[in-house]
């Protein structure tokens, strides 16, 4: 049976304590790039109520509806098969991996991640942000409706963690709202939540995930990519990968991969879900760690990294991690 409960009441203040609680309990790791010094009383971050529906042990549904105050981002750390978020007010930015995405009011995706993949979430301020999240947790299989006699859909989690954006039915986001109206009895309310969140994986799972696993299967490409643009896409984004302290030009990276630079463009976001010099930029911030926790010294690790100024690396360390880098250097 269901259980429905409230993590926070109705709009309350949620402070830094606040969220690092929750996060305990789920496996999140909060950052809040404004919170003043900690020795200060932990600031209000956001405002309003999180509520949790378990439908039984494989399948969650939680809401939250905050106005949020500082931003703050999060990071989470515990391996999911499958994590849909569905943005019904507000913005975030959601990344995994080297990929980053900017949603909306009506956007959603749909995540795989692992402890050593986090999927990072940053939410900006001020804002009202309405988010429902579905968690499919420790299963290969879809829970099926107890009453109706047919088997469930094979979910099985990919290999390597995915994070797939796509959008959501506007008949769909109606029935959701109505949902988060409504005032039923728990039993019904369980009936209610199962049938739209079986819904929203069965909008929001990418294709390949529940078709039959087939070793002989062509690799699924994105729209207007041939396997010959993905394998030289695939080149360039492992040479940045692999040096990402290089001093790149779209000329000549375009040239490389047999492409024009605007051509190179367009192709490189549509395959990797973010631009050429934004996927480069944080794979240098991925070496910096990296440099940091060797014990480099902020300076070293900036100029290691392919920045010309501390300064300037600095801010784009902090606004990527939540942290200064001074601090994971004096860390480690």
């Known amino acids: 049976m269901a259980t429905l409960g409230s993590i926070t009441p109705s709009c309350v203040p949620l402070t830094t304590h606040d969220l690092l609680a929750i996060g305990q309990r789920f496996g999140i790791d909060y950052r809040f790039p404004e919170a003043p010094d900690r020795s200060q009383p932990a600031p209000c971050v956001a405002r309003g109520r999180v509520m949790d529906v378990e439908i039984d042990p494989t399948l969650r549904v939680t809401y939250s509806d905050l106005d949020v105050l ?11 098969p499958w994590f849909l978020s569905v943005i019904l007010e507000g913005r975030i930015q959601v ?11 009506g956007d959603a995706f749909s995540a795989h991640f692992n402890e050593q993949t986090g999927l990072e979430v940053f939410q900006p301020a001020p804002q009202r942000l309405r988010i429902l999240n579905v968690s499919l947790l420790a299963c290969t299989e ?15 989690p990919p290999a390597t963690p995915v994070l797939h954006t796509w959008q959501v039915p506007q008949f769909l986001i109606h029935s959701l709202e109505a949902a988060l109206a409504s005032n039923w009895p728990v039993e019904r309310q369980r009936l209610l939540w199962e049938g739209l969140a079986l819904q929203l994986l069965a909008h929001g799972l990418p294709t390949a995930s529940l078709e039959p696993s087939d070793a002989g299967k062509a690799v699924s490409l994105p729209s207007g990519l041939t396997q010959r643009d993905h394998q030289r896409l695939e080149r360039l984004r492992q040479q940045l990968e692999n040096s990402p302290n290089q001093d790149y030009r779209l000329e000549q990276l375009a040239r490389n991969a047999a492409m024009s630079p605007s051509s190179l463009r367009s192709k490189f976001h549509r395959c990797y879900g973010c631009s050429i010099f934004d996927y480069l930029r944080r794979c240098r ?32 360390f902090k606004r990527a991690f939540g942290i200064a880098p001074h601090e994971v250097h004096h860390r480690h």
């Open 70 to 80: 500082h931003a703050y981002a999060s990071t989470s750390r515990r391996a999911a």
């Open 285 to 316: 911030l991925a070496q910096a760690q990296e440099y940091l926790r060797k014990g480099h010294s902020v300076q070293q690790t900036a100029h290691a990294c392919g920045y010309r100024h501390a300064t300037n690396f600095a801010t784009a």
């Open 95 to 105: 990344g995994l991996g080297h990929q980053s995405f900017q949603l909306q009011a």
């Open 142 to 156: 879809l829970p099926s409706f107890s009453s109706i006699n047919s088997s469930p859909i094979d979910v099985a």
